[in-house]
């Protein structure tokens, strides 16, 4: 089974680095507050530097 890529949104800090750096992957929810995974089956380059930037260490493959 794939893994899938997850955001803790409890843990999010709403930082955008992930957004900034892979928005193929990542969006701001309607709020604005916190990052949300919009395709998580993404597999791009992006997705690792945005695991290892996020501050909080919030997003994961989950699987």
């Keep these: 089974m794939a893994k899938?890529?997850?955001?803790?949104e409890?843990?999010?800090?709403?930082c955008e680095s992930c957004v900034e750096l892979c928005p193929s992957a990542f969006e701001m929810n309607a709020d604005g507050d916190k990052a949300i995974v919009i395709n998580e089956d993404c597999t791009d380059d992006c997705v690792e530097e945005a695991i290892d930037t996020c501050p909080v260490s919030c997003i994961v493959f989950e699987g």
């Design 4 to 8: 899938k890529l997850r955001i803790d």
């Design 10 to 14: 409890d843990e999010c800090i709403g």
